[in-house]
């Protein structure tokens, strides 16, 4: 391993990191509830959610970073597959509230972690899903 290896670790690491907090901000501005401040709290449900899709994002990014040579790539594809799970977590969302009144996000806020683990789990699908298709 090379000095101009453990740089380049070091500026895709730091890349990576910081994509994943962009994402992580993005996301808590379409929740209902402010996030940090409910794991401030102690609620248990927003962290477990909140833990489910970090852990799913970053699956993604380091998934379209082996698949790829270019860091800006590797960060678009990251970025992009977010926008999908975005979109389908309000389409899944939506479908299960209006189909059966099951409403994940409002019980997630709640304490319920049925509510929180079904809705981590659907992003943590969605990210294997997507990252086979990189």
Known sequence: MTWM???AMLVWTAS?????FLLMWIDSIFTKYKDLTEMKNGNVAVTTRFVMKLFAQGY?????I????????????????????LVLERITEFVLKKAI????EEG???????????????????????????
């Open 108 to 134: 997630t806020v709640q304490g319920s972690m049925a509510h929180a683990l079904l809705a981590g789990s659907l992003h943590i699908v969605g990210a294997l899903i997507l990252a086979a298709c990189l």
């Open 66 to 85: 082996s698949k790829s040579n270019d860091l800006w790539q590797a960060l678009l594809a990251s970025f992009v597959s977010f926008v999908i799970l």
């Open 101 to 104: 009144g099951l409403d994940l």
């Open 16 to 20: 990576g990191a910081a994509l994943l």
């Open 60 to 64: 993604i990014l380091s998934q379209s």
């Open 5 to 7: 290896n453990v740089l």
